[in-house]
């Protein structure tokens, strides 16, 4: 995946340098922070539940820790505002 | 319920964590020894027992209603995490659940060697294991040892039990087709692990209970004196044992207790082991080893907390339990004091 990447960088350097432009890296930047995100809640997200359907009283907690990592998104949202 | 797709931990760990926080605790455990059968009955429907003492309540009564209250509750339990699990996950869970299946055989071998009723033979079934109910019943209608075999055509046990068959009918004792269903069960626990960090865990714990049992086995063989070969009894996957080390260690008590207390777990029995040495229970040694076990099991269920150790661990201590729920009511039973009944008790 990583050479995969790497080569799709060459290339769109090397074709137009489209990540060289400011607002294109910001987007993925925010982009993969999000998919990171994403990843992280599916864990959190799955446990929740089980605990949820164990004790109902969890839902709250459940809840809060399930979007807590959609901070990480939040942050990546800084860099296109300073962009 | 299967195994496929990807494994999910986390849901499953989840859940079980839940339920292993209502697990008995000291607590409960001395109210227990200070009640009667009906006042345990009473106590376990208040508790996570409710639902199975209600259903029984009007069949059974006393003890056996304790017992098949117990019986139902585990292998409720059982099902319902084989049903959450997927993946790579179910399969590891599910060999070691598939001991119930053995028990199971095992149980309706007996019962139809002995003539027991059907209904005798039902409430013994532990239905925690990978056979389907429709199975189960097959087995319970099978009227000879050889109509068993024929419904376990197509699982494990079948081709074991087979060639176990003309020993039986030569000598007419069990022994022989019940050692091959523990075989059976204990070549597929070991065979094929994966190979990550938690699954090694895993598998060294497999490999402690194996070696455990072996032990006991030895111990047992050694004590009795019996003219058995020790070597028809051997489980095969330990580190501990080989074949022809515990044939010659059953030979010897001394020697085989010396050889424990020098292995990996001499710390943990060493205690149990003295007292063996000195007061010649076998009892005291057979609960050390049960606690080492559960100690284990705990103590791997925190190592890795996303993956199938935690689950094993909730396993063990749910059948654990059970034992001792079982072991209280039946010492009431007898007439044995509290103290006595709490010196059987399993506790970490």
Known sequence: MFEATNELGNL???????????????????????????????????????????????????????????????????????? | MSAAGSPNPEYVVARVRARRGSLFGDEEYRKLTRMGPAEIARFMEESTYGEEVNALGSRHGGVDLIEYALNRNLAEQFDAILDWSEGSLYDLIARYLRKFDAWNVKTVIRGVYTDAEQSAVEVDLIRAGEFDDRRIRRLLEADSIDGVIEVLEDTIYGEPLR???????????????????????????????????????????????????????????????????P????????????????????????????????????????????????????IAFEHAIDAALLAYGDRLGTIHPVSVTPVISYILAKERETENIRAIARGKEAGLSPDEIESELVIT
């Open chain 2, 231 to 282: 070597a028809a009894y051997f489980i095969e996957g330990g580190d501990l044992f080989t074949r022809s080390s515990l044939a010659r260690l059953a030979q010897n008590l001394d020697e085989l207790v010396e050889y424990i207390g020098d292995s990996q777990y001499g710390e943990e029995l060493g205690p149990a082991l003295r007292e063996l040495e000195e007061a010649d229970s076998l």
């Open chain 2, 163 to 229: 060639e176990a068959y003309a020993e039986f009918e030569e000598t007419d004792v069990l022994v022989p087709l019940e050692n091959a269903v523990d075989r059976a069960f204990y070549e597929r626990l070991l065979s094929g692990l994966g190979g990550d960090e938690p699954t090694r865990q895993y598998e060294s714990f497999l490999k402690a209970e194996v070696d455990f049992r072996n032990a006991t086995n030895a111990l047992r063989l050694a004590r009795s004196g019996a003219d058995i070969d």
């Open chain 1, 12 to 83: 769109v350097l090397s074709t137009g340098g489209t990540l060289t432009d400011p607002n294109a890296a910001a987007a993925l930047a925010v982009g993969l922070a999000a998919l990171g995100a994403g990843y992280a809640e599916r864990g959190i997200g799955s446990a929740a539940v089980g605990a949820m359907a164990e004790d109902d009283d969890l839902f709250v907690n459940g809840l809060i820790l399930t979007v807590l990592p959609e901070t990480i998104v939040i942050l990546a949202l800084v860099v296109v505002f300073i962009v």
